[in-house]
């Protein structure tokens, strides 16, 4: 079996172990007859993967890239934003994007959210919405922008 087999068939498995409440929705995939390997390799390119974790260049440029969120508060309500980021299956089912506040309390992952909204509302150019920025708290989102690896799919 090939390395990029041995990643697809490791990507299945990591996958199929994330919990149901968490699994995206790739159209097409779900009742789709590929094999398990060619399921992986869509899945890993869809789920941008290689955002974290280390794999070959032909791979890298396949992957879905992540929104950009450049300039975000000028185009996304930012009640919306928080909600999302808070969680991101109950705002937006089906979306690839991962639960990275799961295992954290509810009173966290609001502060965390809250934190990264104003974060990301501070960055904007034009104004979106009658909420003005509170700086302290972009500062903290800021850090924690960084800290829960945003970065890495969204820089």
């Given amino acids: 079996m090939s390395f990029n087999n041995q990643k697809s068939v490791l990507a299945v498995f990591i996958l199929a172990a994330t919990p149901a409440a968490a699994s995206p929705v790739i159209s097409g995939l779900v009742d789709s007859k590929l094999k398990s390997e060619l399921k992986g390799m869509v899945l890993a390119e869809e789920m941008n993967c290689v955002a974290c974790h280390q794999s070959d260049e032909s791979f890298a440029e396949n992957s879905k890239k992540a929104p950009r969120l450049a300039n975000i508060g000028s185009r996304v309500n930012h009640q919306y934003i928080e909600s999302f980021i808070k969680n991101p299956h109950d705002t937006k089912p089906g979306t690839t994007m991962p639960d990275v506040l799961s295992g954290k309390g509810d009173a966290e992952r609001a502060a965390i ?43």
């Fill in 113 to 155: 959210a809250e934190s990264i909204t104003h974060f990301l509302m501070s960055q904007r150019k034009n104004t979106f919405s009658h909420q003005v920025p509170d700086h302290v708290a972009a500062e903290r989102g800021k850090k924690l922008f960084h800290m829960r690896g945003c970065v890495a799919c969204h820089s």
